[in-house]
Nanobody
Framework: QVQLVESGGGLVQPGGSLRLSCVVSGTIFSSRILHWYRQAPGKKRDFVASINSAQTTMYAEFVKGRFTISRDNAKNTVYLQMNSLEPEDTATYSC???????WGQGIQVTVAS
């Protein structure tokens, strides 16, 4: 069975940085397109970033220039480096493998003073 486990979230001040990690098991990791999504309370779930097997990346407009998605196939891990964080970035962040419609449990990111 496919499992995804996120880590690296927490509380950070505006302007700060966090790096989220998602460790994947139960699939051929190197072949998979990987997504990050986020959802704030009372809001819809939004696409944040994606990366494919050729290292091609895509980003939502609201994170371009601030967030970077990357992957380490040797560690079966996808990362989301988040810089210049704003209060509007506060949300639960989840990694996703669309091939399996598999989701991590989600991890909280809170940006506040």
């Amino acid at each position: 069975q496919v499992q995804l486990v996120e880590s690296g979230g927490g509380l950070v001040q505006p302007g700060g940085s966090l790096r989220l990690s998602c460790v994947v098991s139960g699939t051929i990791f190197s072949s998979r397109i990987l997504h990050w999504y986020r959802q704030a309370p009372g809001k819809k779930r939004d696409f944040v970033a994606s990366i494919n097997s050729a290292q091609t990346t895509m980003y939502a407009e609201f994170v371009k220039g601030r967030f970077t998605i990357s992957r380490d196939n040797a560690k079966n891990t996808v990362y989301l480096q988040m810089n210049s964080l704003e209060p509007e970035d506060t949300a639960t962040y989840s990694c996703h493998i669309p091939t399996h419609n598999a989701w991590g449990q989600g991890i909280q990111v809170t940006v506040a003073s």
